[in-house]
C-alpha cells in the first residue's frame, strides 16, 4: 500500500539523512551539525528532489526546543538564574541595542530603511538556544559559572524576543498611519505601552503560578506515579507535564513554548526526581534536536550565495565578528574573565530559532522585504555551520586563560583546593559530587559504567569514560594537577590500585579511600591513602551513637 503521509516522509527521510550526512561530517572531523543542516537542504524545497512539508518540520523542530529547554530548566534551579542576573541582565540588553545598531547600519547601507534595519537588527541580535545550549552540553559546560551566565543571557534575550514580537505589530500599525498622513493620538502610544505592560505582566504570573503551584502540584504528582511501579508511566507523566506546560505558556499566556518549557524544567528541578526525569527524556530530546537543525537547513535556499553574496557576507561578518567583539568588550566591562568571555561569546556566535520568528513577523506586518529575510536564514545557517570552529578558537583562548590561572595559583595566598578527582559516581561518588556541586568546587570524574556517564555528561559534570586503573584514564582526569582525590570504587583491592597510579602520577595529591573491612584498610594504607573510610564501620558506628540515646552504656560498650 502505497504511503502518502507527509509526517512519516519527513520522519523517514528527515532521521535516514540526517545519519548519513551526520556521519560523513563526523568523518571529516566537522561537528555532527553540519551534516543534519545539509540533510535539511537536500530535503528542502530549493534542491531537487523529494521536498518534506515544511510546516510539519517546524513543529517538530519545535518540538526539540520544548525538550531543550525542559532539560535546561532540570539543571537549574531559579536560584542560578538569579545569581547572573547582575550581569546577564544588563549585558544581553545593552548586546541587543547594539546588535540592533549594526543591523540598521546594514540595512541603510542597502537601501531598505530604518524599520527593516530595527526588525533585521534585533533578528541579527538574538542567539541560537538550540545551538548555545548544545555546545554547552557537548563541552560539558552547564554547570560551570560560565555555563549558567550563558542560559542566564540566553533567557534574558528570549524574553526581550517576546516583548519586542508584542511590539512589532502595534509599530507597524502606527506606521501605516503616518503613512497615510494620520496623526498618532496619545491613546495609541498608550496602548503601545499598555500592550508591553500585558506582555510582561502575563509572563510574570504565568512564573508565579508554575512557581507557587506548579512547585507543589508536580513533585506530588511525580511521587505518586513513582509509586506506582511503572517506568512507562513515569516517562509518560514527565512528558506530558514539560510538553503539557509548555502548550499551555503559548496558549493562555502568549509566552513562547520555549519559555514554557524551561519554566516546566525549573520546578520539576526542585523535586529529587529530577534527574531521573532528565534521564527519561534524553533520548527523544536528542532524536528531536536532530529535527530541529534538519528544518533549519530546509530553509536555506543555497543559490542566495551566488545570486548575492556581500550582503550575505556583510551579515555574517555581523554575527560572527562585529557581535563577538561586543559581546566580549561587555563581558570585560562587567568584570568577567577572559576564558568566561571566550566561553560565553563562541557559545553564542550564531542566530538562530528566535530569529526566524522575528522575521515572519516583520514579513507579515510589511515591516521588512523578503531580501532580508533570506539574509537572516542564510546568516543563521552559515553562522551554526561555522560555530563549532568558533568554539575550537575561544577553548584556545580559554586553555591560555587556564594556564595562567594555574600560574597565579602560585602565588603566596594559600587557595582552598581547586582541583578534585573523583573516582566512581554510583552510590557514594554521587553524594560526594553533589557537595562538590555545592562548594562549587572544580572536579572531574571517572566513571565505567556507560548510563552514569551519560548522566554526568548531560549534567555537565567532566567525566572521563573508562576504568579508573588505566594510566591514559588518570591522566585524562587530570590526576597529576589534582589537589585531592575521592576513590569511591567498592573493591578496596581495585581501589588500591588507583592509590597506587595517583601517588606515582602525583605524589602531593591528598587520597580519601573507600573500603569494606579491616584488610581492605590496610590494603589502602600501604598504598598512602591519606583518608580510609569503612563503610561497614561507619554505618556500624552511626547506629551505636544512636543506640546509646535509647540504652545508655551498656550497647556502646558491647
Ligand atoms: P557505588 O558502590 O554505588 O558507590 O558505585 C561505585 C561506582 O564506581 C560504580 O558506578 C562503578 O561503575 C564505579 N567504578 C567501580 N570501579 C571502577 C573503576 N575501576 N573505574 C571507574 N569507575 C569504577
Excluded: C
Excluded at 367 to 393: K, Q, T
Amino acid at each position: 500500500m502505497p504511503h502518502d503521509s507527509p509526517l512519516i516522509a519527513l520522519l523517514s527521510i528527515g532521521f535516514g539523512l540526517a545519519f548519513v550526512f551526520g556521519a560523513i561530517a563526523t568523518r571529516l572531523k566537522l561537528s555532527p551539525l553540519v551534516g543534519y543542516l545539509v540533510a535539511g537542504v537536500v530535503i528542502g524545497p530549493f534542491t531537487p528532489g523529494f521536498t518534506a512539508d515544511a510546516n510539519l518540520a517546524a513543529d517538530v523542530a519545535e518540538i526539540g526546543v520544548i525538550l531543550l529547554m525542559f532539560g535546561v530548566g532540570l539543571h537549574f534551579s531559579p536560584k542560578d538564574l538569579l545569581s547572573v542576573r547582575g550581569v546577564a541582565v544588563p549585558v544581553a540588553l545593552l548586546q541587543i541595542l547594539l546588535a540592533t545598531g549594526l543591523g540598521i547600519a546594514l540595512a541603510m547601507a542597502l537601501g531598505w530603511g530604518f524599520e527593516t534595519g530595527v526588525v533585521l537588527g534585533l533578528a541579527l541580535s538574538v542567539s541560537s538556544t538550540v545551538v548555545a545550549l548544545r555546545s554547552l552540553q557537548e563541552r560539558r559546560l552547564m554547570q560551570t559559572e560560565r555555563g549558567k551566565l550563558t542560559v542566564g543571557w540566553l533567557v534574558v534575550e528570549d524574553l526581550a524576543m517576546v516583548v519586542a514580537m508584542v511590539l512589532l505589530p502595534t509599530w507597524a500599525h502606527i506606521r501605516t498611519q503616518v503613512d497615510n498622513g494620520e496623526a498618532i493620538t496619545v491613546l495609541q502610544m498608550q496602548d503601545a505601552g499598555l500592550a508591553v505592560a500585558l506582555t510582561l505582566g502575563k509572563v510574570a504570573l504565568f512564573a508565579l503560578i508554575m512557581l507557587l503551584a506548579g512547585k507543589r502540584v508536580v513533585p506530588w504528582l511525580l511521587h505518586r506515579v513513582v509509586h506506582m511501579g511503572s517506568r512507562e508511566l513515569f516517562r509518560l507523566a514527565v512528558l506530558a507535564i514539560a510538553l503539557g506546560v509548555a502548550y499551555a505558556a503559548s496558549a493562555v499566556f502568549d509566552i513562547s513554548v520555549a519559555l514554557g518549557a524551561l519554566f516546566a524544567g525549573l520546578i520539576m528541578a526542585e523535586s529529587e526526581l529530577s534527574q531521573q526525569a532528565a534521564n527519561e527524556t534524553l533520548p527523544l530530546r536528542d532524536a528531536f534536536a536532530v529535527l530541529f537543525f534538519v528544518s533549519v537547513g530546509m530553509l536555506f535556499d543555497p543559490m542566495i550565495l551566488l545570486r548575492n553574496p556581500w550582503p550575505l557576507i556583510a551579515t555574517v561578518v555581523i554575527i560572527l565578528v562585529f557581535r563577538s567583539l561586543i559581546s566580549v568588550g561587555l563581558l570585560k566591562l562587567f568584570g568577567q574573565s577572559r576564558e568566561t568571555a571566550a566561553t560565553v561569546t563562541a557559545s553564542r556566535a550564531q542566530i538562530g530559532e528566535f530569529s526566524f520568528i522575528l522575521a515572519g513577523v516583520g514579513l507579515q506586518f510589511g515591516l521588512m522585504p523578503e531580501a532580508a529575510n533570506d539574509l537572516i536564514l542564510g546568516g543563521a545557517i552559515i553562522s551554526i555551520m561555522v560555530s563549532p570552529l568558533v568554539f575550537a578558537i575561544a577553548d584556545r583562548i580559554g586553555r591560555k586563560a587556564e594556564i595562567l590561572d594555574i600560574v597565579q595559583q602560585v602565588a603566596p595566598t594559600p587557595a582552598p583546593p581547586k582541583r578534585v578527582v573523583l573516582v566512581g559516581y554510583g552510590r557514594v561518588g554521587s553524594l560526594i559530587g553533589k557537595a562538590l556541586d555545592e562548594a562549587g568546587a572544580m572536579y572531574s570524574v571517572i566513571e565505567d559504567r556507560e548510563d552514569l556517564v551519560e548522566l554526568l555528561n548531560s549534567r555537565g559534570i567532566a567525566v572521563v569514560p573508562g576504568n579508573a586503573i588505566s594510566k591514559d584514564t588518570m591522566e585524562k582526569a587530570g590526576v597529576a594537577r589534582a589537589d585531592l582525590m575521592f576513590v569511591t570504587v567498592p573493591d578496596g583491592f581495585e581501589a588500591g590500585r588507583i592509590v597506587e597510579l595517583a601517588r606515582t602520577l602525583n605524589p602531593n595529591v591528598k587520597v580519601y579511600a573507600r573500603a569494606h573491612s579491616d584488610a581492605e584498610v590496610e590494603h589502602l594504607r600501604t598504598f598512602g591513602a591519606d583518608l580510609i573510610v569503612s563503610g561497614e564501620q561507619e554505618i556500624a558506628d552511626a547506629m551505636i551513637e544512636k543506640a546509646t540515646a535509647v540504652i545508655p552504656r551498656r550497647v556502646a560498650r558491647a
